[in-house]
């Protein structure tokens, strides 16, 4: 039934396919992989053949009169002009189909508000411009970024065939699971949505808002934020990927086994080459986006790092540490400390003291971020690495 | 009546310091209801250009995916501007203007009751478009945070011009104010003898009950904006979470009065095709009572449905449930009307004018936006379509047809009255069909990417979505352009053309066709009798 | 209108006039009003709704000494904590979990860091979810209910003692009660 309705609305909208890319002329809505997402679906086809078939009529009855009352086909007006029993007939119709049409989108609704007996919890939370994820009692919790490279959006490379809806960590669920979303925001209102899931929950700062969902079949499904939430809105995607059982377990202990790692790396001794190594990675992820791959900034809302005082002066290195870690009240700066770990904070503040020619050779390692957290205070750790020649590291 | 007339034309003639002072200054301190309306359509004109240039800007950079003209952050403030200003600088003083042309005509008054506050209400307005424009060039930007301003993007997030933003609305809520005071005083109190409520014209009729959701919301849209100021500015928390405020408290206010201003800009739409719709079909209309009570109906519900704008905001489920309930509900007093229309048209005896195709295709375009309405208030559907471009194709096409084109009908259809000339009939077709094909091609792809999932106020989409954005800018470029020859026709038409009678639309009905054409500066110092 | 035409119009449409003109005012005044009405009536309207999650804020209400332990019945109480982004402190609970009775007072702490050089105020903002259990968890002991101040580099400990409902529906199992934590240093 719903297939036929499908490709009588692909008829009636007049569209064959016939572009290179089927997926370029879709026109409808996904029917997703979980039973709420079809009964979604159901609900808008049955909704919109209701809609075509009184437009049918409707537009029938006034194309006809077009074409036939006309005064150049010799019409002459009836005066009829009220009937009390018609006005009657057509308000009931349309009131008792309004009360049938309501009666399953009731239910599918009830359905979409049951958040018992959920198997997973995860905390989604959204950020000017990344989504993070928190999976309950899991001790796993990553950034999601756009993955997509800057050079795809501004026209210099072809586009990748996800342009724009690629992340560099997705959300990772199992199937068959019922899996609970707690929604919740860390600055403006975003919208967490994925088509697929049939799942648009508004993430609001301050409080916390429930989704839940039980997908079918393993795959990929993509999304975007659905709520402006400021400069870059459109670059802020979803990508969900559901595993079978067993890998979405080894996917988990994986990423434990990663985090693990991750700590480790804050006890290395760090060279100034592979801070900044990192650094750069960092700080295209988490910084690029509002101070430019080329840190120029965008004045006044987002001040260039390239030859400002705090990123080139040596007293100023405690200021920067401060900025970076803990943000600025009444700007757009997050404060990163709960971001980043140790590695990418010290990567990320070595990186911009010596990028794009600020040369200043000074190196923050993990060990003093680790100490700054402890106290609160820059200290330089006097055993760090000396670099005599540090004014040959430019870039 | 052919009596009145004539009492009109030579009080003109006999008192000449009655007629407009000279230069400048007539416009400046006139309180001509006749005046006033026509700044207020030129006015509304200028700023639907803008406001035009600024949708030519969006489909510009929207039609390759990829960045390509302007930058995220100027984008997002070309959504916003474009929105604010076709919502507050062109629809609403479009119909303000209308209305101070024609209710004082229709209903046998000399002017409006209050014609000095009319100067102001209309003199506000360029200031405050002004200060609102001039945003743009302030540093960090104009106001980028979307048409609705959800708190705390436009509060704690917010571009410093955000203060002049809430200024300009303020003035923009007074001078609407203002207008539907007066308004209401004159449909109220200087209707001629004999013309009772139930014999107004509809436009009348609508007016009314439009005026009365403008003083009734306007000053909440003013508390929410005062709101946002002194977050901004004095340290409350209204909207700021983290003071105990709530910002969703902020979208149950805007919506509530968000909600009946999109009826404020319906209404009147109604009103004009409930007058032109006969007029060409030589018929009186079908269920004037129904009308009425329809329109109330509507207005009424319009105060209990805002809170279908945030179906997935996480409202309790029976919040949801009422809501949907009530929202559905309107579809019967909107079905009423259309179906009223579509009588009126049933054996009649047709012609298509120029008027009479913009009244014709906003039945047919309306009621397709009211459907796409009807399919947005089932709330569980709405989380599938929230925010997506199928919410933007939904409220074109209830304004663009519903507002933009009654608007043009009630100019073609009405000037002849004003300037005393019959507008150029062939190019105003060509008008027509450009912006009937271009609105169409603009807006009806979106549906069709909205519901493969492209959200709304992006710069940049993913590229399954670049034909029907290619489509739909194409279709934008078209009807924008179609613009300029509307204001060539105006302008040809006040110039001159083949003399227009006092009544030139054979079915016409009302008040004002009694009067000759050009209407005389002064017209009904003598209130006629009205059977 | 010019002054003539003005004396011609007669006195009574006048009065009417001004009366209308008065009482549409009032309205438009009554309506700004009715705006910033908005604000509490909504707290109200959340407190009887637990709409939004907004809890209770007064914990007096609920007489956790008369409370009988419902003991057929257990209720997971999930944790979570959210740094709002300009937000620097450390801020987690030291268990994300804790199984109660409901009746009986479940008891655990929230840990605060202030990492920073500056003294700071910070303040925790309670959601609950399922809205419908909102009014169904009272938080005895709360470092919610007031702000809370760290000196540089201070770490507190600060316990939250509740108590679940006995009417709590049946059909919950799970409830998560969410602390986003706001920097309100300005404020004060």
Redesign the interface.
Known sequence: MMQQAKSLFLLLAGLAVTGSSRAAWEVNMTEGVTAVSRNIYGLHMTILIICVVIGLIVFGVMFYSIFKHRKSKGAVPHQFHESTLVEIVWTSIPFLILVLMAIPATKTLVDIYNTDEADIDIKITGYQWKWQYEYVGEDVSFFSNLSTPREQILNVREKNPNYLLEVDEPLVIPVGKKVRFLVTAADVIHSWWVPALAVKRDAIPGFINEAWTNIEVPGTYRGQCAELCGKDHGYMPIVVEAKSQEDYDAWLEAKKVEAEKERELTDKTWTMEELMARGEQAYNKACAVCHQPNGAGMPPIFPALKGSPMATEADQIGAHVDIVMNGKKGSAMQAFAGQLNEVDLAAVITYERNAWGNNTGEMVTPKEIVEYKKTGKYVEDPAKQAMPDNKQVSL | MTSVTDTASSHEHDEHH?GPAKGLMRWVLT??HKDIGSMYLWFSFIMFLTGGAMAMIIRAELFQ????IV???FF?QMTTMHGLIMVFGAVMPAFVGLANWMIPMMIGA??M???RMNNWSFWILPFAAVMLVSTLFM??GGP???WTF?A??ST??A?PSTTFFIFAIHMLGVSS?MG??NI??TI???RAPGMTMMKMPLFVWTWLITAYLL??????????V??MLMDIHF?T??FN????G????FQ??FW?FGHPEVYIMILPSFGIVSAIIPAF??????????MVYATASIAFLSFIVWAHHMF??????????FF??AT??I??PT??K??NW???????????ETPMLFS?AF??LF??GG?SG??LS????D??Y???YFVVAHFHYVLVPGAIFAIFAACYYWLPKWTGHMYDETLAKVHFWMSFIGMNLTFFPM??VG???M??????????????NEISSIGGFLFGTTQLLFLFIVIKCIRGGEKAEAKPWE?AEGLEWSVPSPAPY?TF?TPPDVK | MSEQDREEKPEAIERSTRRTVIRSILVACGMFAFGFAMVPLYNVFCQVTGLNGKTDPDPYMYKAAEAKVDTSRDIKVQFVATKNAGMSWDFSPSTPQVTVHPGEPGLLNFVAKNPTDKRMVGQAIPSVTPFEATNFLHKVECFCFTTQTLEPGEEKVMPLRIIVDQELPKHIKKLTLSYTLFDVTHMN
Do not use: C, W
Not at chain 2, 312 to 321: K, N
Not at chain 2, 342 to 352: D, P
């Open positions: 009655h309180t001509n995916p990829g960045l390509q930058e995220p952050a997002n000399p002017d009751a209050m014609p540093e960090g980028n945070f979307g959800y705390p993007l704690d997030y571009p104010i539907a005071i209401i005083a109220l109190n200087l003083i009734a919301v306007m000053p909440v849209l003013a508390g929410a005062t709101m340290g928390s209204f979470a983290g003071g105990g709530d910002p969703v408290l149950h206010i509530f079909a030589r018929k009186h209309l079908f269920g004037y009572t129904s997935t905001v996480g409202i309790p489920l029976i919040g949801e449930l949907m309930y559905m509900l579809a019967v079905g009423v259309v179906f579509v009588t009126t048209m049933f054996r009649g005896s047709m012609t298509f014709t039945v047919v009621t397709i459907f009807l399919m089932i709330a569980p559907a989380f599938q929230h925010d997506t549906h069709f519901l493969a999932g959200p709304r106020r992006i710069p940049d989409y993913a590229l399954q979505f670049a034909n029907f079915g002064h110092t």
